[in-house]
C-alpha cells in the first residue's frame, strides 16, 4: 500500500486505499508517503480542491502551519522530513524570483527526483492564471499577477475556494508546457508537472 501527502498549510485530513498500478519510483512499493511541502492559503485551498476532484482516498492531505515560508526555509523543512525516511519523495512548492530560488533548488540537486521544488515566479497565482490563457508579459510582483487574475476570475481572493478550477486544470497545464519552451524567467511556473503527476496517480481514468 502506498500512501500520499500533501503538506501546503494549517490542518489535517487522511485517508487509505490500495494502489497498485502506478510507480513513482524504482523502489518495491511500501507502505511510504509523498509529501509536499509548501505554505499559503491559496496552495491550501488549490490542493484541498485537487483532492476532492480526485476522490482518491489514497491521497493524504496535512496543512501545515509553517512561520518562514521563505523557498530556503522550506527546503530546509522539506530535506529535515525527507530525512526521516517516511516518504517515497519529497516536494516543494514555493513563489521566488531566480535569486531567491536558485539557492534553494541547487539544495536540493543532490537528491534527484526524490526531494525537488516545483516554482511559481512571480507566485502561485501565476499557476491559477493559466487555467484561462497563456500569459508572457512580465509581472512586476504577485500584486500585479494577482490583478491580472482578478480581471480572469472575478471570486479569486487568497485562500478562496479553488474547486472552479478544476476542470480547467488539463487547459492551465497546456498552458504552462507552451510557456515553458518561451523560457522566460518571468512569468513561470512548473507546477504542471506536480499536477500532471497527481492525476496520473490519483485520476481513475488513469488505472
Known amino acids: 500500500m502506498v500512501q500520499y501527502l500533501l503538506l501546503t498549510n494549517s490542518g489535517l485530513r487522511m485517508a487509505k486505499r490500495k494502489e497498485s498500478l502506478v510507480r513513482v519510483s524504482n523502489r518495491r512499493q511500501r507502505n511510504k508517503t509523498i509529501l509536499i511541502v509548501g505554505e499559503g492559503e491559496t496552495e491550501q485551498a488549490y490542493f484541498m480542491a485537487i483532492r476532492h476532484v480526485l476522490r482518491s482516498p489514497s491521497l493524504i492531505i496535512v496543512i501545515d502551519i509553517n512561520t518562514k515560508n521563505d523557498p530556503l526555509s522550506i527546503v530546509s523543512r522539506a530535506t529535515r522530513l525527507y530525512k526521516t525516511k517516511d516518504y517515497i519523495h519529497v516536494f516543494c512548492v514555493f513563489d521566488g524570483d531566480q535569486a531567491s530560488s536558485k ?41 500585479h499577477m494577482e490583478r491580472y487574475l482578478v480581471q480572469q476570475w472575478h471570486d479569486y481572493r487568497k485562500g ?48
Not at 492551465?172 to 508537472?193: F, G, I, M, R, Y
Open 160 to 207: 478562496c475556494d479553488c474547486s472552479p478550477l478544476m476542470e480547467r486544470r488539463l487547459t492551465a497545464c497546456e498552458n504552462a508546457h507552451w510557456l515553458e519552451q518561451q523560457s522566460l524567467a518571468n512569468p513561470s511556473t512548473d507546477l504542471h508537472h506536480l499536477i500532471e503527476l497527481l492525476d496520473i496517480l490519483f485520476n481513475p481514468t488513469h488505472n
Open 103 to 143: 539557492p534553494a533548488k541547487q539544495k536540493l540537486a543532490k537528491y534527484g527526483n526524490d526531494l525537488r521544488a516545483f516554482v511559481s515566479i512571480p507566485c502561485f497565482e501565476t499557476w491559477l492564471g493559466l487555467h484561462f490563457s497563456r500569459l508572457s508579459a512580465p509581472m512586476d510582483n504577485c500584486n
